[in-house]
């Protein structure tokens, strides 16, 4: 399938949400839809190297009353149709990936010791989401090209699940954006002005 993934990111790319390392399984993909929605994308891409991927419409959100009305506005009232943009390609490596071009990645399910920032670079998203981090590899995107954005968490209403507990404020979700892409204003203000911001968020989120 490593062909036909590349072929379609090739065709389509710049208009994709692409999640690495997505499982057999899809699932708990709310922020992936928010992310989707708010980036007005058209292909939700599932990679994986693992033999299947499937999904079922029931199962495949975690808070279906949060995302169902955010896609039936989306699509005009038509919801399902979000699931007919659903692309997967299993038997796909990342690493087979380099250079293709996606507007969002969703980086979860990192086996330990596997780096793919050269290839998630390569790609160039404005938006890059890792979630889902206790248990799994933290990819190191921060540079010259990537800086992490917490106001863009809030701006897109990320939700984390499993939370780390031993960290208060720590949600268990990072989302990096592109240096030249600006998702909210709270990104474009001082280092002390956007502490600020997030001091106050936690205390007002409490």
Not at 95 to 108: A, F, G, N, R
Not at 116 to 145: A, F, H, R, V, Y
Request: hydrophobic share 40%.
């Amino acid at each position: 399938m490593s062909e036909a993934a590349t072929t379609f990111l090739r065709q389509h790319g710049n208009r994709s949400l692409v999640s690495l390392g997505c499982g057999n399984w899809l699932n708990r993909i709310d922020n992936h839809v928010r992310l989707f929605i708010e980036c007005d994308l058209e292909y939700y891409i599932a990679i994986d190297r693992l033999t299947q991927i499937d999904f079922n419409r029931e199962s495949i959100f975690s808070d279906v009353a949060q995302i169902q009305p955010l896609l039936e506005k989306y699509y005009g009232g038509k919801a399902d149709e979000f699931f007919e943009k659903i692309k997967v390609f299993p038997s796909t490596h990342v690493e087979q990936l380099t250079d293709l071009e996606s507007k969002v990645i969703v980086c979860q399910r990192v086996l330990p010791f596997r780096h793919w920032e050269n290839t998630i670079k390569s790609m160039n998203p404005m938006l890059i989401l890792q979630e889902d981090l206790n248990g799994c590899e933290l990819q190191t995107i921060s540079g010259k090209l990537y800086k992490r954005t917490f106001p863009g968490i809030v701006h897109y209403n990320l939700q984390a699940f499993r939370p780390n507990r031993l960290f208060p404020g720590e949600k268990n979700i990072i989302l990096w954006r592109r240096r030249d892409f600006f998702p909210c204003q709270y990104d474009t203000k001082p280092w002390w002005a956007r502490l600020f911001f997030r001091f106050s968020y936690f205390r007002t989120a409490q």
